[in-house]
């Protein structure tokens, strides 16, 4: 019973923290939709420390102080953009994990889309290209000859 | 024989093309990791904030050491803002260039002790010596975050009309002071 409590405790804890973020109680707003929204913007605020991270997951300390900012700036009152934009006023576009399309990102944007046309014109030739047999451009001699040294061979393999 | 002509209609010319790719690509790396290798790593962020104002700050100082930082002590003069913590090991080996600096009055130098226990930094800075004209503590990242900062140490210079001229991620090196920093502290004050 004790074995099964505590294997319960483990899964338990394993949904748990499939779940988890780093936000800590403490940090949370009072008013729900107030603290969904601060949610919705940290996910999308790069840590800047660990970069590969929102700072709705990272437990570095700065993260901890940008979910803080973020909640500061929505009791002010700004809105989700006002929020972003601040952060980006300070980080450049960097600490925005969805990158904006701008004259810079085009290429991120659009090239696997441009890489995508050019894979299927060249797949397409590939598929339409005619067989050597449709290709033949043999005169009827040639053919001939070739019909005959085709029969020569198979006749001495058979030797 | 004589009229042998190549069979495939597709034209010769897309042969080339998987070749001009990974030619690109590769060109491409090469180039990234020769940034990378000389320093100009991408994962650096650039600030954005360079020629623009110092942000707003109004730091409380550290404990018997008045007075703090704010905005309009950064727009008297040339003067750097360096921070740091006496958590961050890097500070650490950049210091005792701090310290020849300041002996040498080559230029103001600012700290902000960012995130850092106030006695921590106390004792810190009576270890290893304390280089700054003005030191604001930022308990909170208030300033950091305001500075677009990464890490620590990340140094300002801030020009005379308290606009950020440049900002230097990581130790300031000899190097670095010699080549980069003292020339613009220099132009700056021109």
């Given amino acids: 019973m004790k074995i099964l409590g505590l294997a319960t405790c483990i899964l338990a804890g394993s949904v748990f923290a499939l779940v988890a973020y780093a936000v800590e109680p403490d940090e949370m707003l009072d008013d729900p939709a107030l603290e969904e929204r601060a949610r919705v913007i940290s996910q999308d605020l790069r840590c800047v420390v660990c970069q590969n991270e929102t700072i709705d997951e990272s437990n570095a300390t700065l993260a901890q102080d940008m979910r803080r900012l973020v909640r500061q700036r929505i009791l002010a009152g700004d809105s989700n953009e006002d929020v972003l934009a601040y952060m980006v006023d300070r980080y450049g576009d960097f600490v925005l994990l969805r990158p904006r399309v701008t004259s810079q990102t085009l290429l991120l944007w659009f090239g696997p889309f441009i890489l995508l046309v050019f894979g299927v014109i060249i797949a397409a030739r590939y598929i339409k290209r005619p067989t050597a047999a449709e290709t033949s451009n043999l005169s009827p001699e040639e053919m001939a000859e070739v019909e005959a040294l085709i029969q020569k061979t198979e006749g001495a393999d058979q030797k | ?190």
């Avoid at chain 2, 106030?118 to 305001?146: C, F, H, K, M, T």
Wanted: hydrophobic fraction near 45%; aromatic fraction near 6%.
């Fill in chain 2, 1 to 190: 024989m004589n009229n042998a002509q190549p069979t495939r209609t597709g034209g010769r010319w897309t042969a080339i093309i998987p070749i001009v790719v990974v030619a690109l690509l590769v060109g491409a790396f090469a180039k990234r990791l020769i940034d990378v290798e000389s320093g100009q790593d991408p994962a650096l962020v650039q600030s954005v904030l360079l020629n623009t104002p110092v942000p707003d700050i109004d730091l409380p100082p550290l404990p018997d050491r008045e007075p703090g930082l704010k905005t309009p002590d950064l727009k008297k003069e040339v003067s750097l803002v360096n921070v740091w913590g006496s958590w961050c090991i890097a500070c650490l080996s950049e210091h005792p260039l701090l310290m020849d600096l300041a002996e040498q009055k080559q230029v103001p130098i600012h700290g902000i002790a960012w995130r850092d226990d106030p006695s921590a930094s106390v004792r810190w800075l009576a270890r290893n010596g304390d280089p700054y004209d003005l030191i604001g503590q930022d308990p909170v990242s208030e300033a950091a975050i305001a500075f677009g900062v990464t890490g620590a140490p990340e140094t300002f210079v801030i020009d005379g009309d308290g606009i950020i001229r440049y900002k230097h991620i990581g130790p300031i090196t000899p190097d670095v002071w010699a080549n980069t920093i003292a020339p613009m502290v220099e132009q700056l004050r021109q």
